[in-house]
């Protein structure tokens, strides 16, 4: 369309707002033109890195993955959050201070990011410097989950890593309204089954990913410790500072992050067997501790932790990955206690003491009940019982519901109950 027939459009819209006493909201084609020139480019370019293996290698026979070069794509995360804060869309859902929130009776009340104590202790922090007082403190929210894309692409995998912040409110976050970002994807390194169990192969796989995460967050190291300045959603400038906050992930990155052993907790140093000891919490100055003194073999026997590897989180100011880990709600809570555990343990439990035929038979009998639920409003219908090969958050969720009363008249009441309290 024409500069000319551009001013005319907006003349014929104009005409039309006179007798509502409003305008267009351009003067002219120039005005148009201005506002577009204007406006920021919301996408962030995307930056790469390459890292290959660096230490000595064998004369003959070298492994494959020795001589690969891995590629990481990533966007620069300040820019990520710059363009999160800077939304208008978040005026009045979204926090600059921690709070303590209390109810009539004086019982304490948790909503939002903001009002854990987590926040409100890292606030506390980075008050110990007078050069940081009066920024405000925008936490990061990390998440990556290693995916396997569909046949289609030749089983594919991708390991993306996610970023939301903090300060924005929970529903908004839930809400997907562009307070989550994608930061990049991670190197997945492979090689042959010959050297799929070298114990050089493994811990380079561990370190590319530290190596990596540390470098994708490198831009906001530096305003971890000295203020940022930008724009916010209520139009005004803040100066604010940048710390690594939760990191969301399932069970095996977790023991990828925290640097430990398989089988062991990345919070605690409780033995797996003895999960309810009064074992010391994990942390950062201890690990580091232990790290120096002791010899690589008594660190992964008697405390769980891999020496050769170096945290991503020793990088940055205030992070401590045994405190920042946060359960993955979906894997470990949803899918995990329920499906992984409770129904596989219930089939089991039927082979073992039914025989594996009969066992078949109240499998059976359990999935006509479950069919049979009537409609009710906040209960979902399984037609084919709940034998279906996939399944996702929201299938758990609602079987969670209607299970139990179907497995109950199989199951003796010891069995129903565990050794501390008991599921029904």
């Known amino acids: 369309m024409s500069a000319g027939q551009i001013d005319t459009l907006l003349d014929l819209w104009a005409a039309t707002l006179i007798q509502h006493k409003d305008s267009p909201p351009f003067a002219s084609h120039r005005d148009l033109y201005d506002t577009i020139d204007s406006t920021p480019l919301g996408d962030i370019a995307w930056e790469s890195f390459s890292m290959s293996y660096k230490g000595v290698k064998p004369a003959d026979n070298v492994p494959p993955w020795m001589k690969a070069t891995y590629e990481v794509w990533f966007r620069d995360p300040r820019l990520l959050i710059h363009n999160i804060l800077a939304n208008p869309n978040f005026n009045g859902e979204i926090e600059y201070t921690p709070y303590q929130d209390y109810d009539d009776n004086d019982q ?140 969301i992930a399932d069970y095996p990155e977790q023991v990828l992050l925290s640097g430990i052993v398989t089988g062991w907790c990345p919070k605690c140093l409780n033995n797996r067997n003895e999960l309810d000891g009064d074992g010391l919490l994990r942390c950062r100055e201890h690990t580091d501790l232990l790290v120096q003194e002791l010899q690589h073999k008594q660190l992964w026997y008697e405390y769980g932790i891999v020496g050769d590897v170096v945290l991503f989180t020793n990088d940055f100011a205030r992070a401590d990955i045994h405190e920042l880990l946060s359960p993955d709600l979906l894997h470990q809570i949803i899918k995990g206690t329920f499906k992984d555990h409770l129904v596989d343990w219930v089939e089991e439990y039927l082979e073992h003491t039914h025989g594996k035929a009969h066992a078949a038979e109240i499998q059976d009998d359990i999935d006509r009940r479950i069919a049979a639920v009537a409609p009710f409003a906040g209960l979902r219908r399984f037609p084919e019982g709940h034998g279906f090969s996939q399944w996702t958050g929201d299938d758990s969720k609602a079987l969670m519901k209607v299970y139990l009363p179907a497995i109950v008249t199989d199951l003796d009441s010891s069995s129903l109950c565990s050794k501390k309290g008991g599921l029904v």
């Not at 939301?164 to 908004?172: H, P």
């Not at 994608?182 to 070298?198: M, S, Y």
């Not at 540390?214 to 305003?223: E, G, M, S």
């Open 108 to 247: 304490r009340c948790f909503k939002n990011f903001f009002s854990s104590d987590w926040a409100w202790q890292q606030a506390d922090k980075i008050a110990e410097d007078p050069e940081m007082h009066g920024s405000t403190f925008v936490p990061l929210i990390v998440r990556s989950d290693k995916t396997t894309v569909s046949v289609a692409t030749g089983h594919t995998e991708y390991h993306p890593l996610y970023l939301s912040i903090g300060n924005v409110f929970n529903s908004v976050r839930r809400a997907h309204r562009n307070s989550l970002v994608l930061v990049g994807f991670l190197a997945i390194p492979t090689t042959t089954k010959e050297h799929a169990d070298d114990i050089d192969f493994r811990n380079f796989r561990r370190q590319l990913f530290h190596s990596s995460l540390a470098n994708i967050f490198k831009p906001l190291k530096k305003n971890m410790t000295t203020p940022d300045i930008v724009h916010c959603p209520d139009g005004h400038y803040q100066r604010v500072i940048y710390g690594l906050g939760p990191y």
